[in-house]
Each structure stands twice: as C-alpha cells, then as structure tokens.
C-alpha cells in the first residue's frame, strides 16, 4: 500500500528520522521518506530514545512520509502499545488520507491519537 507515493521518491534518502524537544515532557520525532517494515526500525528506535527520557507525551510527525508500506502498520502498532505500557500519551500528526485509515485500526487495538498539524497537537496536548 503507498501512501502520497511521490515519483521523485527514488531520489531520497530511503527513510531518515530526527527527533528534538516540542516543549518540557514531550519529545518530537519527525520521520521523511518511505516508511516500510525495515525501515520502520529506524522510527521505532527514535522513539524508544523518547520514552528513555521519561515524557508525558510524545509526538509523532508523518506529513514528510513520501510512501508508506503496510507492512510497517504492525510495528507502528507495537510502538504505540510500547507507550500505553509506560504511561505515555502517543500522538501522531498526519496529513490525512490513507494514512489515517490504516493508523485508525492498528492491529494492536492501542489508539494514538492523530491530529492534521503540529499546533493541533499542541492544542490538544494543552499548550
């Protein structure tokens, strides 16, 4: 399954991530390029590192995600059953679309929440 697959794909780094500070407690991890079941790793990783540190929520941003494969939806679904487990509010920001209907019924049964923007999460977060 693709997800915004971009014909100008092929000239990017296949999957990289970054993650910094969104404000104290919350961490955000932003994720640019084809998210599929290897590189999904690299992501799940990034926010291992987050939850580390100890966060009341961390934020997930997918709007720089060119193809998404759906072999990378059950790992997506350990990583939110991973932050339930410690307490930890996950919030993904999407762009829409398909993503959210595959994110809306992850195969762990554990809802994150998914919001349209960065300030929505925010927003919703309590700023």
């Known amino acids: ?10 000239d990017e780094p ?3 991530v970054e993650w910094a500070r969104l404000r104290p407690g919350v ?5 640019r ?5 290897a590189t999904v790793d690299d992501l799940r990783r990034a926010v291992d590192r987050c939850l580390e540190t100890g ?3 961390v934020v997930v941003d997918f709007t720089r995600v060119t193809e998404l494969r759906a072999g990378a939806i059950p790992k997506l679904g350990e990583m939110a059953e991973r932050a339930r487990a410690d307490h930890v509010g996950l919030h993904f920001v999407t762009n829409g679309g398909a993503l959210d209907g595959l ?3 992850p195969p762990s049964g554990v809802l994150p929440a998914i919001h349209r923007s ?4 925010q927003l919703a977060l309590g700023r």
């Open 1 to 10: 399954m693709f997800w915004d697959a971009n014909p100008r794909a092929a």
């Open 14 to 16: 296949e999957f990289t």
């Open 27 to 31: 961490p955000i991890v932003w994720g």
């Open 33 to 37: 390029g084809r998210l599929n079941r």
């Open 55 to 57: 966060p009341w929520a």
């Open 103 to 105: 994110l809306d019924r």
């Open 118 to 121: 960065v300030a929505a999460a």
